[in-house]
């Protein structure tokens, strides 16, 4: 069964950094497109960025643009989530996901079928 993890979330101050991981195993990781997507209590789930598995740019949302990037590994099947100058309105739970076809990152929650537990990330100010 393909899972994912994440790991890597925890408490910090506005203006620091965090750095997300998502630790995948299966098959055919290699042509996943990968994405983070956010959930805040009362909140639907948004994306946050995303990247094909090998090629294309990353895709992001306008509210971390600049501030956070995606990256990979696909020799770990690893994807990562880098977090600088959080903000309070950061403060989410944090998951994975990935789909197994297409090479363009697509931002629907409901366009990715494989997901993690997902991570808590909190920001106070």
């Known amino acids: 069964q393909v899972q994912l993890v994440e790991s890597g979330g925890g408490s910090v101050q506005a203006g620091d950094s965090l750095r997300l991981s998502c630790a995948a195993s299966g098959s055919n990781f290699h042509r996943y497109t990968m994405a983070w997507f956010r959930q805040a209590p009362g909140k639907e789930r948004e994306f946050v960025i995303g990247i094909s598995w090998a090629g294309g740019s990353p895709n992001y949302a306008d509210s971390v643009k600049g501030r956070f990037t995606i990256s990979r590994d696909n020799a770990e099947n690893m994807v990562y989530l880098q977090m600088n100058s959080l903000k309070p309105e950061d403060t989410a739970v944090y998951y994975c996901?990935?789909?197994?076809?297409?090479?363009?990152?697509?931002?629907?929650?409901?366009?990715?079928?494989?997901w993690g537990q997902g991570t808590q990330v909190t920001v106070s100010s």
């Open positions: 996901a990935g789909k197994s076809l297409g090479s363009i990152v697509t931002t629907p929650a409901n366009t990715y079928f494989y």
